[in-house]
């Protein structure tokens, strides 16, 4: 019971009541239907980003790129459906043909971050870090830092008509992705990889996994997902906006480091993440609610990492310790 009761996951969950019941206190208007809704709407793009995040930081690697991603990839949607639109192509066929263009996209920008640190042996932070800066300045050359608006009017409908007044289809469709990812990263080979990669790299190799290939899928997936937030957010807006993963990277890592995995690489779990996500992105509407400007959101993500890491730190040096004493 008392194990149970420390998990980071369950410490989250309270913390998370807590935050609710403080702000629901403030202002009433947080736990209406309509602040779930919104409040949902921002969680999915850092949740589809933040699983990919989860995923990469489980092999003890970082993903900087997610969030120019996310913008390079809504830009692509955009141009395709609109190019597709103007030339008389069904909305249906534009719709598919964009969403693949987009994940197609982030996933080539997952498998170049990839091939940096797998054939050229970069560090993941530079690696990242050099694909994040080059998909920022693609997308703002391709669009002069405008908006790219124009595809099919369905866009608009599909992404803003909502059921049970806080659901919509895309929104279905991350909370089925995210159910997929949590089962293979806690119940297949590919996940239980994922954790033995982070935890020792060389005993991986050893018990004859292909390191180099496995980290190049990890980091194809979270380029894919980041691909895939990029839609989510197009649907959301009906327009592609070269802004629209600025600090996103952010709170995604913030996502998963806040919900128990570990920077050190091997330890982390789905529904921490999970967790991280609704703190992270719940933070802003309750400070807006509240009559606290925006930009503390900032402030608060970067005070959360820094205690997560703190107390990932601490619980690595008691393990250790208790190790040695044993």
Known sequence: MRAALLRQDVILLVVFAAMVAFFTGMNSAFLTAFSIANILQDWAPVMLLAIGETFVIVTAGIDLSVGSNLGLTGVVCA?????????????????????????????????????????????????TLATMGAAAGITLVVTNGVQIAGGPRQVITIGNTTYLRVLTVPLIAVFVVLLVAWAVLAGTRFGRWTYGIGSNEFASRGAGIDVRRHLLKVYLLSGALAGLAGVFVY????????????????????????????????SGRMSGTVLGALITTSVLSGLILIGVEPNWQQVVIGALIAVAVGVQGINIGRARKGARDG
């Open 79 to 127: 141009l395709t459906m609109r190019h597709m639109h103007a030339a008389g192509d069904a909305a249906a066929l534009s719709i598919l043909v964009g969403i693949v263009a987009a994940l197609a996209t982030g996933a080539l920008v997952g498998l170049v971050n990839g091939l940096l640190i797998t054939k050229i042996k970069l560090a993941p932070f530079i690696a």
């Open 235 to 266: 649907f959301r807006l009906g327009s592609g906006s070269p802004t629209s993963g600025q600090g996103q990277e952010l709170a995604a890592i913030a996502a998963a480091v806040i919900g128990g995995t570990s920077l050190f690489g091997g």
